[in-house]
């Protein structure tokens, strides 16, 4: 039977009320899907996440909402093959749900795994340093992140049904933002599949997600400034959403990845027979067939050198000349049709554009033998290799996408050339660069920076280990400027800190020491009873702090510490060298026997509680130590955190070495310290 979609709203399924729209299968043309979005109530959808799922994830903290993504990840990859067999259907192969599938998943894990470990286990964030407002300390600021109350709403395409959700999901659960996602209704099928995966699951709590199947209807007319748009898409539809009244009205937050004309450079000291040239040739035919060329950082440009533009044509000819195309469910298939028939018109008709400006040098847009599917209902199309002789007086090449397996070839004369056609792109989501030629690398990476929101340098070095062209990563950011949207999305931390209120606190160190859990200079710093580092992680307590013994600093010591550590720099060993040096004025202190000394005079030897040291951050060295100085250290409590076990947390420790009344040095000292029994 064919499947009638249903959509995920206030925590129950519900089925359409209304004329449904048939969904084909891009292999044969048959009905496997129909959906609507009609009974569907989005003012309702829209307040219960605000009242219940809000509410629901803003009382976890950043860590509780990273185990729910973990949690979520593991199910998931446990019933993944579901989602396989589904996505044949939208021409996926294999190797497309790998990306599709167990890269939406990997998502996941990638935002739990930066949650846990660049997150604090609060419901905010502090971001940067404190900002001294006063001549005398007492009136401070700081900056801390805390989720705004509304809801997520994200419109995703119908090319990547499973990556496209979850990398948009991951983000927004984590910064505890609920989410009402919309699929593309051409694979909606898949989406509607993987939701029904994660509501089974039970991890996320109720009114954290819900799903629309069919129309978007009058959603945005409820949406608020403490609300986030996340498009994926069209340009056009882009323009329309951005410009909804209530967009602009209530200052909506909206952030748009769309179509772009993303574009491959081969320098010009890749000549046929380098790696470069090899590289540039797999990877263009590469992003030419995977999804059939139905992604939005697919290669559209392929810029290379006049001298070599033929080789490259003739190479990349011969490449494409061994990919199967037919039906995705073949192990012997390597691209399978696009997603329907109506986008296969849409990619035949951007060639006929192109052919204006261009001739076809590999490929028949109007005439494909599939292994194994209907060339007749099937969305089979050959993968198309065009040709621009004149690409700087051309505008159509550099302007219109044909969303599938189609790329234009076009020669440029000098790197400056070279950057000139990427610009002409106005803008896209990632450009990559084939040279091992460093002044070539820094002339072409610097000069495409500001078109692209991501650049990937390739070369024989790192080609192994590279991810290709086509992949965005969690850690980095997906978006780019002008006609690719101008968005960011994941980004790491980037992307949770887009649903979050930066807000500004001025206050007493004192104050703003006790609202964000973390001690402040100039905040109350009680010498504890019992040293810290006899303390459990559990009963230290923030603001303990031990003032030590003072230890001389003598020119032996200086000078055995040069001969055990070989650090014999002059300003430690040669008085006069020192004394012409403008910092010292005479022979000083290693810094680094400052440091050995402070932690000699602050460390408790004896076996307890601190297990171990792992590090120290912001150290700074801020006056000369000569010798004869005496200088001890106060040792303050700065903030806790559970670890990674539930055995341990970790500590972080103000360290300031003095010298009279003078700091000399300043750090921070991260241990772990085992929780109570």
């Not at 912001?618 to 200088?631: H, M, Q, S, T």
């Amino acid at each position: 039977m064919t499947r009638i979609l249903e959509s995920y709203a206030l925590d129950r399924w519900t089925a359409p009320d209304g004329a449904l729209v048939d969904i084909p299968s891009a292999i044969d043309g048959r009905v496997v899907a129909r959906a609507s979005s009609a009974g569907l109530d989005f003012g309702a959808m829209v307040r219960y996440a605000r009242a219940i799922g809000g509410p629901a994830l803003r009382a976890l903290t950043f860590h509780q909402r990273a185990g729910l993504l973990k949690a979520l990840a593991v199910r998931l990859g446990e019933q993944k093959d579901a989602l396989y067999g589904l996505a044949a259907d939208t021409g996926a192969t294999r190797g497309d749900n790998l990306i599709d599938v167990d890269g939406g998943i990997g998502t996941l894990f990638a935002y739990a795994s930066r949650g846990h470990r660049d997150l604090p286990d609060q419901h905010f964030v502090v971001e940067g340093g404190v900002e001294p407002l006063s001549r005398n300390g007492s009136f401070v600021g700081v900056h801390v992140l805390t989720p705004r109350p509304g809801v997520a709403v994200h419109i995703n395409a119908f090319n990547f049904p499973c990556w496209g959700l979850l990398e948009k999901l991951a983000p927004a659960i984590l910064a505890g933002v609920p989410v009402i996602t919309k699929p593309a209704t051409p694979t909606a099928y898949v989406a509607e599949a993987l939701v029904r995966l994660i509501i089974e699951t039970g991890v996320l709590p109720a009114g954290a997600l819900q799903l629309i199947c069919g129309s978007a209807g009058d959603l945005l007319d409820h949406l608020s400034g403490q609300d986030t748009v996340s498009f994926t898409g069209s340009a056009d539809t882009s323009d329309r959403l951005r410009n909804h009244p209530a967009i602009g009205r209530n200052a909506v937050r909206f952030i748009a990845e769309r179509d772009s004309l993303n574009a491959a450079v081969l320098g010009p000291d890749a000549e046929p027979g380098t790696p470069e040239f090899d590289l540039f040739v797999k990877e263009v035919a590469r992003e030419m067939t995977v999804k059939a060329g139905q992604k939005c950082t697919a290669i559209r440009r392929v810029i290379v050198p006049r001298p070599h533009a033929q080789a490259i044509a003739e190479a990349i000819k011969a490449r494409l000349a061994g990919v199967v195309i037919g039906d995705p469910r073949r192990d012997d298939v390597r691209m399978g049709p696009l997603a329907s028939t109506s986008q296969r018109a849409a990619v035949r008709a951007a060639v006929a554009e192109l052919r204006q400006e261009a001739e076809i040098v590999v490929g028949d847009p109007d005439r494909v033998e599939p292994l194994g599917g209907d060339a007749d209902t099937g969305a089979f199309m050959a993968p198309i290799l065009l040709s621009c002789a004149n690409p700087l007086a051309a505008t159509r090449v550099h302007t219109v996408e044909p969303f599938g397996p189609v790329a234009t070839l076009m020669p440029y004369d000098t790197p400056d050339e070279a950057v000139a056609l990427v610009a002409r792109g106005e803008g896209s989501l990632v450009a990559s660069v084939f040279t091992h030629d460093g002044e070539v690398a820094d002339q072409l990476v610097f000069g495409l920076a500001p078109w692209n929101g991501r650049i990937l340098v390739i070369d024989r070095d790192c080609a192994k280990e590279s991810t290709g062209h086509g992949s965005p990563l969690p850690a980095l950011v997906h978006g780019g400027p002008g006609r690719a949207g101008g968005g960011e999305e994941m980004g790491g931390l980037r992307g949770v800190f887009g649903y979050l209120q930066r807000t500004a606190l001025q206050g007493s160190p004192s104050r703003l020491a006790a609202l964000t859990r973390r001690w402040i200079k100039g905040a109350p710093a009680p010498c504890a009873t019992v040293h810290p580092f006899r303390r459990d992680f559990d009963t230290i307590r923030i603001g303990d702090t031990v003032e030590t013994a003072s230890r001389k600093v003598t020119l032996d010591d200086i000078e055995h510490f040069a001969r055990f550590t070989g650090d014999a720099f002059y300003a430690h060993m040669d008085e006069e060298a020192a004394k012409a040096n403008p910092f010292f004025g005479g022979r000083v202190a290693h810094g680094y026997l400052v440091l050995a000394f402070a932690a000699g005079l602050f460390v408790d030897p004896a076996p307890g509680p601190l297990l171990a040291n792992y590090g120290l951050d912001n150290l700074r060295f801020l006056k000369p130590v000569a010798p004869g100085d005496d200088i001890h250290v106060r040792l303050t409590v700065m903030e806790k955190r559970p670890g990674r076990k539930a055995d341990y947390g970790e500590v972080r420790w103000d360290v300031e070495v003095f010298s009279g009344d003078a700091t000399v040095a300043r750090y921070e000292l991260l241990t772990l310290s085992a929780r109570a029994a």
